[in-house]
């Protein structure tokens, strides 16, 4: 067997310039999705060259989970302070917001910073930092790579909210430690589910790759049921549920379950697609059977709904 050997590739050989070249090129549908994979936030992409205060930010998202904006700084050279300025800028200027920075080498010092701004700010700030690098094998095209060289430290905020958990109420408690446990079954079982940061509330969120869309996993302590949901929001959310409804109510209930409930809720700015089962929340032994179920239908859920509305809407 021949096997080839790994070139390193200069980034500035594909793209020229940030603005004109890397920029466009990361925006595009399926490289944005690459990034997505990589830090673990589903995007989708705002508008590029976005005005925010008196800089511009190279890539405005928005993520598909907590619909929290998501700034990316683009540099095809080493950090620099000036850069690092802008990012903390950014981050002042809005309440809440991830913050990606992408460079072709990030210096110890500006790695360090934004691991000292991920200990020092709350969840609703979160810096990662993205080294980029280019490689081709023979004559084979060039491929881009990102690395994850700074990211939020989960670890320590984990903590900080399992000591704040002390002071909730035992079922706000139990939520939080439920959907901790819960993140931690997605990402050792390699499903592509994204969970959200757990947080003391009785439901979590799951992005489906289009804004005014999402999946919801509720869990009542007190009544002992899980619901799954698959919701539309918005002005348009009427019109968008009847399309599905009348296109594909009776196949849902063969692919996804025969117990799924359609609701347009017209006395509400949602409609939704629920699934409800009954579970013990507090039995901590029966949430690995749980998980399990919830994983598997959430799955059925995203394999049929993420298609449908990426292509009719």
Not at 19 to 34: G, M, V
Not at 151 to 171: C, F, G, I, M
Not at 233 to 239: E, M, Y
């Amino acid at each position: 067997m021949k096997i080839g050997k790994l070139e390193k590739v200069e980034p500035r050989e594909l793209w020229k310039g940030e603005a004109y070249d890397f920029t466009p090129w990361l925006a595009r549908e399926s490289n944005i999705e690459y990034l997505s994979e990589v830090i673990g936030i589903e995007l989708e992409v705002i508008s590029e060259e976005k005005n925010v205060g008196p800089f511009r930010a190279d890539i405005l998202c928005k993520s598909l989970v907590d619909d929290s904006y998501v700034l990316i700084e683009n540099q095809l050279e080493k950090t620099d302070h000036g850069h690092l300025g802008q990012l903390i800028t950014y981050a002042a200027g809005l309440d809440a917001v991830k913050i990606v920075w992408i460079s072709t080498r990030f210096t110890e010092e500006h790695r360090a910073a934004l691991d000292w701004l991920n200990r020092h700010t709350d969840d609703k700030l979160q810096f990662f930092g993205i080294e980029l690098e280019v490689y081709r094998i023979g004559e084979s095209d060039p491929a881009p790579f990102f690395q994850m060289v700074s990211k939020p430290n989960d670890w320590s905020k984990s903590v900080t909210r399992a000591q704040r958990a002390e002071e909730l109420t035992d079922a706000k408690a139990l939520n939080l430690e439920y959907w901790t446990e819960m993140k931690a079954f997605f990402e050792q079982s390699g499903t592509k589910l994204k969970c959200q940061k757990p947080q003391p509330q009785h439901w979590t969120n799951f992005a489906i790759g289009k804004s005014d869309f999402n999946l919801a996993v509720s869990a009542s302590v007190r009544d002992n049921f899980i619901r799954l949901e698959f919701n539309i929001f918005g002005s348009d959310a009427k019109p968008r549920f009847d399309l599905l409804q009348t296109q594909f109510e009776d196949l849902s209930r063969q692919q996804i379950d025969p117990t799924l409930i359609w609701e347009r809720m017209d006395d509400k700015i949602m409609s939704g697609v629920f699934l409800k089962k009954k579970f013990k929340i507090s039995d901590k032994e029966d949430w690995p059977n749980q998980f399990a179920w919830i994983k598997d239908k959430l799955e059925k859920y995203d394999t049929f709904f993420r298609p449908k509305i990426k292509e009719l809407f």
